[in-house]
């Protein structure tokens, strides 16, 4: 299927995982639909090296990276749920019984160091690496993302973009954090021109 590319406007790869199923134009686009959807969500989000992609994808029996589309998908919806109840004010640590799901994939990861070249110059610096035994070892950068998102962020920064419609969180870095839109180019400019039709209208 030809679809655009997915989109990382959140300001957060967590919010971005959020923001894989989304209405960019007219029709819903679910960048997880299938296997090879996640597959090329995960690479250009770059949580997952294209060399590792290609391996995993040659070794896989057909149907099983579907399998794990349907729990990536399963795990966004139930996500969505969490931020959206959280969103708007700094989170407490009451929140902690609810991620129970998130904590059982940070559990299974198989995540280890190892010493490489330092990119760009001499000597040597600690690589993180993964071993992606499995087709559901691609959730757990998706997981370690979200989670990163849940420690690190602060949940007052969380919003959801007023346009119409439109599905996509971020989280609003800017100084006086005044950012309303997914994309000023899409929802600001539709919400500019509704505005200025409704104005007109209202001359007649
Ligand atoms: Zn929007």
Known sequence: MDRPPAMFIADSLGLDFLNSVATPVDTPVDWLDHGDGLVDWLAQAKLVPAEELDALKARVRPGELDKVADQARALREWF?????????????????????????ILERDAAFLQIAPRHGQDGLALHRKRHWQSPESLLLPIGEAMAKFVCEEDFSDVKACEGHNCTMLFADHTRRRARRWCIMAVCGNRAKQAAHRSRLKGRQ
Do not use: D, I, M, Q
């Open 80 to 104: 969505r749920g969490f931020v959206l109840e959280h969103a708007g004010r700094p989170l407490t640590g009451k929140a902690l019984h609810e991620l129970g799901p998130l904590n059982s």
